[in-house]
C-alpha cells in the first residue's frame, strides 16, 4: 500500500522538477531576444535616463504641424511642447497608419504660468500590451520623479478614444 502511494509520489516531484527547469532555461532566452531586439526595456528609469542623458529628446522634432508651447487641454496642461522620436516622424510624415516598434512621443506639460508641471511620454513596444496598441505610458515630475508608469489604466481608457489614430490625438497617423 505505501509503495503504491510512494511511486505515484514519486513521479509527480520528478515532473514537478523536470518543469521548473524548463521554466529556467527559458528565461536567458527571453533576454537574449531583448537584446537582440536592441531597445530600451519599458521602464520608467531607463526611459528617462535615455531622452535626458544619453539622448536630449528636446532636440528631436516637435510632432508635424505643432510649435512650443501650443495651447492644450484638461488632463495634460495649458500649454504643451511634444516632441517625437525620429523614426515616429520618419511614420507620420509617411503617413504609415502605425507607428514602429520602438517610437517614443515625449510631451511637457506646462501651466498657464507657462511652468514646467510634468512630462508625459508614450513608448511602443511589440508586445508589451496588446490590448492597449502595446504602448507604455510614462509620466514624470520636472525633477524626474515618477508619477505614473506602465500600463496605466487612466492613460489607456482616454487614448483608446484615439485607438483608430494609433492611441495619439496630436495629429493624423495616416
Ligand atoms: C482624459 C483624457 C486623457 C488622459 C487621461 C490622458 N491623456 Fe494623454 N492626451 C490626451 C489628449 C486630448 C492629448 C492631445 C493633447 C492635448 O490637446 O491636450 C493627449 C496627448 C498625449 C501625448 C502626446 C501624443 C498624443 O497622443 O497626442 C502623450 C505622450 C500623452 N498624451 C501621454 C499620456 C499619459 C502618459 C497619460 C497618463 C499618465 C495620459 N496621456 C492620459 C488625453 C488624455
Not at 18 to 33: H, R
Not at 77 to 101: E, F, I, N, R
Not at 126 to 151: Q, S
Request: proline share 7%; aromatic share 8%.
Amino acid at each position: 500500500m505505501t509503495r503504491l502511494i510512494t511511486i505515484p509520489c514519486i513521479l509527480l516531484c520528478l515532473s514537478l522538477a523536470t518543469g521548473c527547469q524548463k521554466q529556467d532555461k527559458s528565461q536567458p532566452t527571453q533576454s537574449a531576444d531583448q537584446k537582440a531586439a536592441a531597445l530600451p526595456e519599458a521602464d520608467g528609469s531607463t526611459l528617462i535616463e535615455l531622452i535626458t542623458v544619453t539622448q536630449d529628446y528636446r532636440q528631436w522634432p516637435m510632432f508635424p504641424g505643432k510649435e512650443a508651447l501650443y495651447k492644450g487641454q484638461h488632463p495634460h496642461g495649458a500649454y504643451l511642447t511634444t516632441y517625437v522620436s525620429p523614426a515616429v516622424l520618419a511614420a507620420l510624415q509617411s503617413k504609415s497608419g502605425q507607428l514602429p516598434d520602438g517610437s517614443i512621443i515625449v510631451k511637457e506639460n506646462y501651466s498657464p504660468e507657462k511652468e514646467l508641471a510634468a512630462v508625459t511620454l508614450m513608448y511602443r513596444r511589440t508586445g508589451y500590451n496588446p490590448e492597449g496598441g502595446d504602448w507604455y505610458w510614462l509620466k514624470y515630475a520636472p525633477d524626474k520623479t515618477i508619477l505614473a508608469e506602465g500600463r496605466v489604466d487612466g492613460c489607456i481608457n482616454c487614448h483608446r478614444g484615439v485607438k483608430n489614430n494609433d492611441w495619439v490625438f496630436t495629429g493624423p497617423v495616416k
